[in-house]
DNA sequence: TTAGTTTGTAACAATTCTGTAACATTAAAA
DNA sequence: TTTTAATGTTACAGAATTGTTACAAACTAA
């Protein structure tokens, strides 16, 4: 899990605690105690969603929202306000002013995160997955399955690996050493030109015809994913 | 990433935590416990941005910050405040001060990494590559990638790592042995005459029909880039 | 087991790079 | 000007690097 979330609420003890635990998450979290100081904050921050209070010291969740929604940049930004639960007939008008989803405090982490996951789901699916994605190019490490161009490739188990390692950094340059020692099981011992013969059975493998070659070769430095 | 960071800080710990992470990270590091010191030693080491606490023994992290505003050579510094809990309330002080973003403590330093970073492509991008830029010439060094004009160039091994030699020292003038030791790899021995032929290759394949040429020749001297 | 995959290596081919020598040109010195 | 030293230019052979293929051994799934 990856992303920014950005938390607009006042009470410093529900930060503390969503905070921790989002990082905890894999996510980059800011927030603010109050409406407009978060505002700006937030602008700054460009977070992949934000969590919002409904009742602040200054301006209401609502007026943020509002405000926020006639700002390009973050028409389509993702939104969950926590609301307590007297406010939840209140519903209707959140909803009109563009918040995505709701949560009654007091709540659970789990709840929080299932929605978090959901609506990143829903909106910014890269956020969510563990996909990784290089142009036309797509990993998929929970199914063990690689794609390009939507069309499923098949990749032997030494293949797979090397790809997701270029795909981890890509369009850096990798030494031939460097592969070895990531891609490799430990104190195993190959053959600097073996990579050679795996990435010529990659390149094979991943090239479409009429598309362009992804994996680069540098002469007398390695190769790489560009 | 390369660039230097300046550190104003009271709590020691502090500062040996961020400032070996930092380092670790490519950048170079200076630091002080207090407000005043801390402005002069900052005006003699020049950061491309300063991280700077609230709470100081002397002056406050705001005074630090509106004493450099009016200082025309930090007016544009990039500042990040670190901000104990109980001060958050004013951050709306902070802004108006000066400050360029904001981070709570206790933050996580990937946290602290990821608003640095973000302030510095915004203010003076060419801090978080290690891109080497001369006039209309790139070297990405990640890459391994060489530009003239935005027009990729391709060059051998020898070629590229003298470009990048040169370019660490734009301007100044190499002697032939100087250039040997530095860009020939140890113990190996070669006529000083070689070089001119990879001058000569060099000029060719950097050389843009009607851009002037970057390689200077100084007789008896050596070469440099110009 | 068997049939099919995958893996590492060796051998050879293709390509690119490198250093040097030889000759040409230029700039400084006499 | 002539002479001399330094640098520019070119071509080329052999070195070094990478691409490609084939094959036997190891491994896997049925």
Same mark, same amino acid.
Request: a neutral charge; one cysteine or more.
């Given at each position: 899990m ?10 410093t ?5 969503v ?18 100081d ?35 940049? #973050? ?8 609301t ?24 659970? #982490? ?31 490490r929970?199914e ?21 390692? #270029? ?47 992804l ?12």
């Amino acid at each position: 899990m990856k992303g920014k979330i950005f938390i607009i609420e006042d009470e410093t003890s529900i930060i503390q605690l969503v905070q921790h635990n989002l990082e905890k998450e894999g996510f980059v979290v800011s927030s603010s105690t109050n409406g407009n100081d978060g505002l700006k904050e937030l602008k700054k921050f460009e977070p992949n969603l934000l969590l919002l209070d409904w009742m602040l010291p200054d301006l209401s969740g609502i007026d943020v929202c509002k405000s926020l929604r006639r700002d390009k940049n #973050f028409k389509n930004l993702p939104i969950i306000m926590l609301t307590a639960k007297g406010e939840e007939e209140d519903k209707v008008k959140g909803l009109e002013s563009g918040v995505d989803d709701y949560i009654t405090k007091p709540f659970g #982490f789990n709840e929080l995160m299932a929605r978090i996951k959901a609506l990143l789901r829903r909106s910014d699916p890269k956020t969510v997955s563990d996909d990784l994605i290089f142009e036309d190019l797509k990993l998929d490490r929970t199914e063990k399955r690689v794609f390009r161009d939507n069309n499923e490739i098949h990749l032997g188990p030494t293949e797979f690996r090397l790809l997701e390692f #270029f795909l981890l950094n890509p369009k850096r340059v990798f030494s031939r050493d460097q592969i070895l020692e990531s891609v490799w099981p430990n104190n195993i011992n190959v053959e600097s030109r073996t990579i050679d013969v795996h990435i010529r059975r990659l390149r094979q493998s991943i090239n479409l015809s009429g598309k362009k070659e992804l994996v680069r070769t540098v002469r007398s430095a390695g190769y790489s994913l560009s």
